[in-house]
Nanobody
Framework: QVQLVESGGGLVQPGGSLRLSCAASGFTVSMYAMSWYRQAPGKERELVASITSIGSTKYADSVKGRFTISRDNAKNTVYLQMASLKPEDTAVYYC?????????WGQGTQVTVSS
């Protein structure tokens, strides 16, 4: 049974760092494309970063150079390392597995960047 559980969110000051985790069960993360999305109040959910089954990565322009997506195959976990955080990074962050039969989403974890 496929399950994604995000963790690691919280309150951080501008310029700080935070690492989000997406623990997967029911499948092997190295065999699928995995993504991080975020949704701020009043805004559409947007793609932040993705990693393919062969390890290629892609980032939204707004986070390029500040965020890093990675995976630990031994722990079957995908990470989003966030640095130089800005107030506009405040959002609920979601982990996603791309199908092809179906897409799976985690429950989300709140990230708040504020002084």
């Amino acid at each position: 049974q496929v399950q994604l559980v995000e963790s690691g969110g919280g309150l951080v000051q501008p310029g700080g760092s935070l690492r989000l985790s997406c623990a997967a069960s029911g499948f092997t993360v190295s065999m699928y494309a995995m993504s991080w999305y975020r949704q701020a109040p009043g805004k559409e959910r947007e793609l932040v970063a993705s990693i393919t089954s062969i390890g290629s990565t892609k980032y939204a322009d707004s986070v390029k150079g500040r965020f890093t997506i990675s995976r630990d195959n031994a722990k079957n976990t995908v990470y989003l390392q966030m640095a130089s955080l800005k107030p506009e990074d405040t959002a609920v962050y979601y982990c996603k597995r791309l199908g092809p039969r179906a897409d799976y989403w985690g429950q989300g974890t709140q990230v708040t960047v504020s002084s």
